[in-house]
C-alpha cells in the first residue's frame, strides 16, 4: 500500500509539473506572438504617418523638428478631421522597452502647437493621459530604430551620420527588435522603409 501511494505521488507530480511548465510555454509564446503582432502594426502604423510628413503651411517649422537613433518628432495630417484644421505634431520614443507615441494639436488661440506629453514620464498600469503604447518588449538596447536617408537613398547607403541635417531626410528606415523574455530563439525583427508622400518635403 505505501509503495502504490508513492507511485502515486510521483506520477501526480510529474503530471503536475508537466502541466506547470506546459502551460508556463503556453503563456510564454502567447505573449511572443502579441508582441511580435504588436510591433508589426506599430510598423505599419509610423509607416503610414511618416509618409504623410509634411511642414505645416505658415508657420517657420520643418516636417521633422526632431530626428533621434530612438525617438522622432515630425508633422502630419493623420486623422480624418484634423483638429484646427492643422497637421498633428507627433512624437515616437522608446523609454524603458515601450515603444510610445504621443500627439499634440495646434491651437488657434496661441497661433502655436500645444506641448507634446511627456512621453519619459509613462509609467505602465497608471493613468498617462496622451501616452500610447504601440509596441513593447522592445530590445534594441542601444541600436538605433530609425535610421535616416537622403534623396540618394538606392537601398545600400549608409544612413545620415548625426547630428542629421533635418532639411536633407526623404527617407526613414525603422527597426525593432522584440524580446519577450531574453532568451532563445533570436529576437523578432522587423523593418520598414519609408519614403516621404509629398515630393517638396
Not at 506547470?20 to 508589426?40: D, K, M
Not at 549608409?158 to 531626410?169: A, E, K, Q
Request: glycine share 6%; hydrophobic share 35%; aromatic share 10%.
Amino acid at each position: 500500500m505505501v509503495i502504490v501511494c508513492g507511485i502515486v505521488a510521483v506520477l501526480s507530480t510529474s503530471v503536475y509539473l508537466i502541466f506547470v511548465n506546459g502551460n508556463r510555454l503556453f503563456t510564454l509564446q502567447n505573449n511572443a506572438a502579441i508582441a511580435e503582432n504588436q510591433a508589426l502594426k506599430s510598423s505599419l502604423v509610423m509607416q503610414r504617418e511618416l509618409r504623410e510628413a509634411r511642414a505645416p503651411e505658415g508657420l517657420d517649422l520643418q516636417p521633422i523638428e526632431e530626428a533621434g537613433i530612438q525617438s522622432i518628432i515630425f508633422y502630419a495630417d493623420i486623422s480624418d478631421e484634423p483638429v484646427n484644421n492643422r497637421e498633428e505634431k507627433i512624437q515616437y520614443l522608446l523609454h524603458n522597452g515601450y515603444l510610445l507615441r504621443g500627439t499634440a494639436y495646434f491651437d488657434n488661440d496661441s497661433q502655436s502647437y500645444n506641448n507634446l506629453p511627456d512621453l519619459t514620464s509613462y509609467n505602465p498600469g497608471a493613468d498617462n493621459p496622451g501616452i500610447q503604447v504601440m509596441a513593447q518588449y522592445v530590445v534594441n538596447g542601444v541600436d538605433p530604430i530609425f535610421y535616416y536617408y537622403d534623396q540618394d537613398y538606392t537601398g545600400v547607403e549608409n544612413p545620415l551620420g548625426y547630428p542629421i541635417n533635418l532639411g536633407s531626410v526623404k527617407v526613414i528606415k525603422t527597426h525593432l527588435k522584440i524580446d519577450v523574455n531574453s532568451r532563445p530563439p533570436e529576437p523578432y525583427t522587423h523593418e520598414t522603409t519609408i519614403q516621404f508622400r509629398n515630393p517638396n518635403l
